[in-house]
């Protein structure tokens, strides 16, 4: 059968004797819920084919089926470590939509939710980047450490992890009482705690040996590639859409984005840690700005436009960089069309480019700096 | 004091006011009233000579790779965009705002009625164009507009119409002035009733040569949608099962079953 005959993916290689390829996943850990087909050359990657889609959902496909509240539960199974994070452009978009103000402590409570949603996020992928350096330590204390900000959300919304806490008009619940008190003394410490890790891992000088110098991703490279997040800023691009595009109250908080120029796998990995030092930052700027009583959620009305087509493109920076919800209305009360722009499907297109002329062993320092979540890319 | 007043009063002393901080503190000091004596007299030419030389001193600190000083100079640079500015709205010339609104004027200017530009929000301009000249438009928002990467490709599909809208969001991260700014330029193909898997006859052109970021996305509306993007080097499933033989899923006519 010749390749015309058969559906795309499915065209036959002529096999070259030199040339292996190698089926990296899809079993997880190792490679996520991903495969990798890499093509080496003895020891060196000469070609590489990121193959995702084992755990595809059709998250977005449900959501046309489901109206715009029931779709909240669902929607941040992508990422359930940075649920809050997930959730926000869809939310926002809808408040566009509908044309609501959400009262000013209702947007303190979803600074705080989704700056902690980002710290136990990262704090995951630091754990199984240890894991994949062979690092044990690195991956016992995160794993412990995150315990303690998973424990506030926990205060907050009574799940430990997909918390259904935004919602269209504010958040579903007040704060806890004493939730200032408590949440200050956990960041002071979560503080102290993340910044031992930098003798431990960050100035490891095995850590710096196997990570510096690998894959790296010039400054023009990553904006032709149209890169996000933690991938961009550590090839010298300053762009974090909470200084850019600030959203809620993201104007009247200090926010420093972290900026390196090295573009390897070791600048790839650290500014997600120097995030969580400046999430930390924000959070205690929030906590003390926050408006100490009031509303925190409106209720919603008719859409006030009525029938017809209506669209909405709102992002924000997640865990994982830019996270953008493309919502298409027609007026109904289920979405037309919902689209989610993850940071993981943007930044994947980098592996093959990265990867290619490296050695085998160097990739997965490669494939986890990438700040890739296989579950959000595969939506 | 009112609260248009007390509004203005809080922008000017917050540090992180941004350009609205700016545009107040200069429409103040140009206050025909309580403005300051100097600021009053300046006129479009008094400024230009003082636009030159500040400019110079841009370039003197990249030539000096001298990036704290740099900072201050393109500081002072920004303080005359923000003059002329006020100036020009004294005058009613031009505002700020309208400065951002050219975005969608060029792109107007250069290709008429060949575009239609379907709205102007806040940091969002929407424009449709045809199949024919996508990739024309896309060129010119690139080179001439100086916007690099696509955030997003969302298909749309409307079975009404017998059409399929294909959305790209473009970005900008080299132009510090276009950071919050998205194109949305969306172009329809013909839908077709019964696609086979392979030979799709519902065709677009592909945007991969000018804007390398689409490459997944659009392999991803390839398989959601069946719309095959000419000229697209890898134009494969990416996220289906390779034997994938139903309805390409995020049509209107494949159904989730029980629903």
Known sequence: MTNEFLPPGLALQKADERIMTLNVGPQHPGSGHMRIIVQIDGDYIVACDPDPGYVHRGEEKMAEYRNYITNIPHLERPVIHDSCNVLYPYVLGVEDLLGIEVPERAKYVRVICSELNRCIYTMYWLAIYGIFLGHSTMFMWPAGDRELLIDLMEKISGARVTHAHFVPGGVRNDLPPN?????????????????????????????????????VLSREDAIRLGVTGSVLRASGVDYDLRKKEPYDVYEELDVHSNVMKEGDSYARSKIPWLDMLESCNIIKQALEKMPKSGSVRVKLKPNPKGKGFNSVYKRVESGRGSLGCHIVSDGKVEPYRLKLSVGSFRNLIALPYLLKGEKLGNMPSVYWSLNYWPVEADR | MTKAQNDSQNICHDPNGGVPRLLEIMSRLRDPKTGCPWDIQQTYKSIASYTIEEAYEVADAIDQSNWEELEGELGDLLLQVIYYTQMGSEDGYFTFESVVKNISDKIVEKFGDKIVVSFVKVNRVGINVDKENVHDVAKFIRDELNYDHVESVSGVDYPQDKEIEVVYHIGSYSDPSLASQLIVLATRAEREENPIPGKDATRLPTLRDIFYSVEFHEREVFEMFGVYFTGHPDNRRLLLPEDWADLPPLRKDFAIKGR
Request: net charge negative; with cysteine; hydrophobic share 35%.
């Open chain 1, 179 to 215: 939730f200032e008190e408590v949440c200050l003394r956990q960041i002071n410490y979560f503080e102290k705690r993340i910044k031992e890790y930098a003798a431990v891992f960050y100035d490891n000088p095995i850590l710096i040996s196997r990570t510096q110098d690998t894959g």
